[in-house]
T-cell receptor, first 112, second 116 residues
Framework: AQSVTQLGSHVSVSEGALVLLRCNYSSSVPPYLFWYVQYPNQGLQLLLKYTSAATLVKGINGFEAEFKKSETSFHLTKPSAHMSDAAEYFC??????????FGKGNQVVVIP | DTEVTQTPKHLVMGMTNKKSLKCEQH?????MYWYKQKAKKPPELMFVYSYEKLSINESVPSRFSPECPNSSLLNLHLHALQPEDSALYLCASSPMGQEMNTGELFFGEGSRLTVL
């Protein structure tokens, strides 16, 4: 079975500052890892994914994440926060069996 | 633009009503999903269809009845719902049986359901 842990439900960041969202996973098989973003009253949009190729993955809107097997982590970063980054962010893991396990999510607030 | 289309975007219904949520995808995906999402929570899996057959039912109450008429369409029939069923209902699809099936889901925009 797979699971992910996201700590800190609410994350406040100043505009222009680094965005860092932490995700740790547990998986009995080599995992596929995802970050999704959800804006208010919308569905989930894929930000980026790790599928066993490069460990540093670049996504949309300037986000990137690094897969670290030794730390079982897949943290999401963005060097400079923008007001439009205010949203809910979910980390998710799959064992390739069409069952995605989501973390509890991080609500990101950007302070002007 | 999402390639998974859900209708209606908003639905208000009474506890005695019968209504349906609809989902359509044209990406050739052979797995389709219904999720329920409460505010500030992650999506909760309800049903999975694989090759038009129900493969997963996460012990969902029978007042929710899924249907998959063909590989592109997915319906969720609603009957005698309770106020606590008010939520955002998300449809998703994923490729299945393909060489690189990572489990990635493609989501629609959701249907916001309010039960009075």
């Amino acid at each position: 079975a797979q699971s992910v842990t996201q700590l800190g439900s609410h994350v406040s960041v100043s505009e222009g500052a680094l965005v860092l969202l932490r995700c740790n996973y547990s998986s009995s098989v080599p995992p596929y890892l995802f970050w999704y973003v959800q804006y208010p009253n919308q569905g989930l949009q894929l930000l980026l994914k790790y599928t066993s190729a490069a460990t540093l993955v670049k996504g949309i809107n300037g986000f990137e994440a690094e897969f670290k097997k030794s730390e079982t982590s897949f943290h999401l970063t963005k060097p400079s926060a923008h007001m439009s980054d205010a949203a809910e962010y979910f980390c998710a893991v799959s064992g390739g069996n069409n069952r995605l396990a989501f973390g509890k999510g991080n609500q990101v607030v950007v302070i002007p | 633009d999402t390639e998974v289309t859900q209708t209606p975007k908003h639905l208000v219904m009474g506890m005695t009503n019968k209504k349906s949520l609809k989902c359509e995808q044209h990406m050739g995906h052979r797995a389709m999903y219904w999720y329920k999402q409460k505010a500030k929570k992650p999506p909760e899996l309800m049903f999975v269809y694989s090759y038009e057959k129900l493969s997963i039912n996460e012990s969902v109450p029978s007042r929710f009845s899924p249907e998959c008429p063909n590989s592109s369409l997915l319906n969720l029939h609603l009957h005698a719902l309770q106020p606590e069923d008010s939520a955002l209902y998300l449809c998703a699809s994923s490729p299945m049986g393909q060489e690189m099936n990572t489990g990635e889901l493609f989501f629609g925009e959701g249907s916001r359901l309010t039960v009075l």
